[in-house]
């Protein structure tokens, strides 16, 4: 069976589905992989690395292939190159893909969505979210340091002393605390909220102080927050606006996969900042933590720059690509079967496991993710 790697095609991506190191665990299975040209470049990685690592490089990887992978979702002439019955695995946004999934359900490609993976102790090595997530956490904390016109850490010189950068970080998910930790070695001092229980000790074990507020907590299913009433929001803003006030840096992670970010903090709360302040806003391509944030851009805001992120995992392709690819061949071995002379490989997902069936948006001619197929087809799976 052949495994294509896609080049990814969207504006801005810069990561791949799989890195050289990894080609030997896919071969090792059985499995033929062919890597479109140039597919690994804005990841620095190149053609002839893919061909040292047992890869076959060509510009017909796609066609008639049995399994595509890519970090966005596939093309429509990707689909179109597949054959009926092919699997396809990438990041899969159902709310936003509904002509694409509509398209592998008619060409009867099953394809799974890498944010689907249940979060569940068996799938942690199949979790792309976090892994990513870990990439932006410190990539905001490093965007932080580097816009702050000043000193991260305490220095203490002959000259007189230097005192640390304030930093506050709201959301303490696996973004948050990679962040909160990225500014902690860099020497700041770090405060962190979570509407989570658990994650005020979470945000003490990386040596920040957890922020807490008199408000109930929210817990949600998967490991996030639940989503929160207007009333509570606006308290929350209230309680919280002093700390703003005070920081130097203000990093916000809270997001939700397919849902638009919660507006944690308002313009007011910005301009309470003073002169030379930061605002890092990781949630910024799902509609913001902070109101008036521009995804990609840098805005002024009062006294502050308010920095929006754009895919951010992708401004550090290299590390991103590695986490990524060993995620997406995780979750292929856990569909991989051996032939019966033992040295084929054999795709053959078992839609018993609830990784999989999770995982799954379309498969055999029908939307299989019940939630996608009643928003585009008004019915529900009998």
């Known amino acids: 069976m052949r495994i294509a790697v896609a080049k990814e095609s969207r504006e801005g991506e810069t ?15 059985g499995y033929d992989v062919s890597v479109e040209p140039d597919a690994g470049r804005s990841a620095l990685i190149t053609d002839e690395q893919y061909a040292a690592a047992g890869a076959r490089v060509d510009a017909g990887a796609v066609d008639g292939a049995d399994a595509l992978i ?26 936003q893909e509904q002509a694409l ?17 249940p979060r569940i102790s068996r799938a942690q090595s199949m979790d792309a979210l976090s892994s990513q997530s870990l990439v932006s956490g410190y990539r905001c904390g490093i965007v932080a340091a580097g816009m702050l016109r000043s000193f991260f850490p305490l220095n203490m010189t002959a000259a007189g002393t230097v005192p640390p950068a304030q930093v506050v970080v709201l959301g303490a ?18 405060k962190a909220y979570d509407v989570r229980a658990a994650a005020a000790e979470e945000i003490r074990s990386v040596g920040a102080q957890a922020i807490e507020l008199d408000l109930e907590t929210l817990e949600g299913s998967g490991g996030y927050a639940r989503e929160m009433t207007d009333e509570r929001a606006a308290r929350q803003r209230e309680l919280l606006t002093p700390y703003i006030a005070k920081a130097d840096a203000l990093i916000t992670t809270a997001a939700v996969p397919g849902r638009t970010a919660p507006v944690l903090v308002s313009r007011h709360m910005v301009e309470q900042m003073g002169p030379g302040a930061v605002v890092v806003d990781l949630a910024a391509d799902s509609g913001g933590n902070v109101e008036g944030v521009q995804a ?9 720059q308010v920095w929006g992120g754009r895919n951010v995992p992708a401004q550090m392709p290299g590390p991103a690509s590695r986490l990524y690819a060993q995620n997406v061949v995780n979750l292929l071995t856990l569909m991989t079967r051996t032939g019966e002379a033992g040295d084929q490989a054999i795709l053959a997902p078992d839609f018993d496991d609830e990784i999989v069936t999770g995982a799954c948006v379309t498969h055999a001619g029908v939307i299989h993710h019940e939630p996608t197929r009643t928003a585009i087809e ?3 799976h009998e």
Do not use: Y
Not at 70 to 94: E, K, M, N, Y
Not at 101 to 117: G, K, N, P, Y
Not at 296 to 304: E, N, S
């Open 101 to 117: 999934i509509t398209a592998l359900r008619d060409a009867r490609i099953t394809s799974f969505a890498m944010e689907l993976v």
């Open 296 to 304: 990609g851009a840098v805005t002024r805001i009062g006294h502050a």
């Open 15 to 29: 990561r791949v589905a799989l890195v050289p190191e990894l080609v030997g665990k896919l071969t090792a299975q």
């Open 70 to 95: 890519s970090v966005q979702p596939p093309s429509a002439d990707h689909v179109a190159r597949l054959r009926a019955g092919a699997v396809t695995i990438s990041f899969l946004p159902v709310g």
């Open 378 to 380: 008004g019915t529900t």
């Open 173 to 190: 998910g696996v973004a948050g605390l990679q962040a909160i930790a990225t500014a902690k070695r860099l020497g700041a001092v770090v």
